[in-house]
C-alpha cells in the first residue's frame, strides 16, 4: 500500500520562505515521479512541479514565477518543494503526490497522494 505525507507547512509573513517535505512508501521511491500540488479555498486544485526519478523537472504552471523549486533526495524517499518570497496568494493546501512511473504524467494522472500540509501566508 502506498503511503505518502507531507510536512512543513506553517503560517508565515509575505516575503518568507518555507521548506515542505514528503516522504512516500509502498513504492520504489527511487523508480518514481512526484510532484506538488495546492488547493486554495474555492478554487480547483493547481498542479505545481513533477520531478521524475533522475531529477528532471515539469512544472505544470508559471504561477509560482520561479519561486518554488523542487528537489529529491532518493536515499530518503523524500521530494522538497522550497518556497522562497511567499505571498499571501500562495496560501492553501499543498499536497504531494506519488506517480506511477519512473517520469512525471500529466497532472491529472497520479493515484497516490497525501492528506496535504497548510500554508498560510500573511500580509
Known amino acids: 500500500q502506498v503511503q505518502v505525507m507531507e510536512s512543513g507547512g506553517g503560517e508565515v509573513q509575505a516575503g518568507d520562505s518555507l521548506k515542505l517535505s514528503c516522504t512516500a512508501s509502498?513504492?520504489?521511491?527511487?523508480?518514481?515521479?512526484m510532484a506538488w500540488f495546492r488547493q486554495a479555498p474555492g478554487k480547483e486544485r493547481e498542479g505545481l512541479q513533477c520531478?521524475?526519478?533522475?531529477?528532471?523537472?515539469?512544472h505544470y504552471s508559471h504561477h509560482d514565477q520561479g519561486r518554488f523549486t523542487i528537489s529529491r533526495d532518493n536515499d530518503k524517499n523524500t521530494v522538497y518543494l522550497k518556497m522562497d518570497n511567499l505571498a499571501p496568494g500562495d496560501s492553501a493546501m499543498y499536497y504531494c503526490?506519488?506517480?506511477?512511473?519512473?517520469?512525471?504524467?500529466?497532472?491529472?494522472?497520479?493515484?497516490?497522494w497525501g492528506r496535504g500540509t497548510q500554508v498560510t501566508v500573511s500580509a
Open positions: 503526490a506519488a506517480g506511477d512511473s519512473y517520469f512525471c504524467p500529466a497532472p491529472y494522472a497520479f493515484n497516490h
Open positions: 509502498g513504492l520504489t521511491f527511487g523508480h518514481t515521479a
Open positions: 520531478i521524475s526519478w533522475n531529477g528532471g523537472i515539469d
